[in-house]
T-cell receptor, first 110, second 112 residues
């Protein structure tokens, strides 16, 4: 089983749609969780951290389920500018090593 | 403004050449990382450094070397031993364990 798994997509959705991504991780000792956004041929940029209590930032909501070892990202009212690849990132170990999923590609259409 | 700067943005290497990719940060972060990204692949860890004058191999260190003589700088050398170096190279830094990583803009290396 891969350490961090994501559905690669692509997810093709119309503007205004709600879309959800899931990510599963294999190491139960994983400590911190993040969602990053990566535009084509650019560096990843932090979208949001993921907390056990769940957290929301505008149209974006992230959830963590430690028991089932998955995290999720919900995007409401999708915009054209949301089109990107979304990377799930997990921190494992005392040295803080980041483990990246391969990313889920989102394409929002007019 | 604080951040991470990678240079050059594009780099072309001839077969058998060593090339060095620069990564500089002014965020006062202790930890720095080098990743490689291939099309359709996730980021794979090449080397990382938690402190000056110390660094550790990542998952794909063969054919690469690094140094960490200053806190701000973590250059990566792609040696001729790396048989398939064409990729997008990303440098990152972190303030501490369990904090988010900040990335440079990346260097796109092509073998010609």
């Amino acid at each position: 089983r891969k350490e961090v798994e994501q559905d690669p997509g692509p997810f093709n959705v119309p503007e205004g749609a709600t879309v959800a991504f899931n990510c599963t991780y294999s190491n139960s000792a994983s400590q911190s969780f993040f969602w990053y956004r990566q535009d084509c041929r650019k560096e990843p940029k932090l979208l949001m951290s993921v907390y056990s209590s769940g957290n929301e930032d505008g149209r974006f909501t992230a959830q963590l389920n430690r028991a089932s070892q998955y995290i999720s990202l919900l995007i409401r009212d999708s915009k054209l500018s949301d089109s990107a690849t979304y990377l799930c990132v997990v921190i494992v170990g005392s040295q803080g090593n980041l483990i990246f999923g391969k990313g889920t590609k989102l394409s929002v259409k007019p | 403004d604080g951040g991470i700067t990678q240079s050059p943005k594009y780099l072309f290497r001839k077969e058998g050449q060593n090339v060095t990719l620069s990564c500089e940060q002014n965020l006062n972060h202790d930890a720095m990382y080098w990743y490689r990204q291939d099309p359709g692949q996730g980021l794979r860890l090449i080397y990382y450094s938690q402190i000056v004058n110390d660094f550790q191999k990542g998952d794909i260190a063969e054919g690469y070397s690094v140094s960490r003589e200053k806190k701000e700088s973590f250059p990566l050398t792609v040696t001729s031993a790396q048989k398939n170096p064409t990729a997008f190279y990303l440098c990152a830094s972190m303030r501490g364990v369990n904090t988010e990583a900040f990335f440079g803009q990346g260097t796109r290396l092509t073998v010609v």
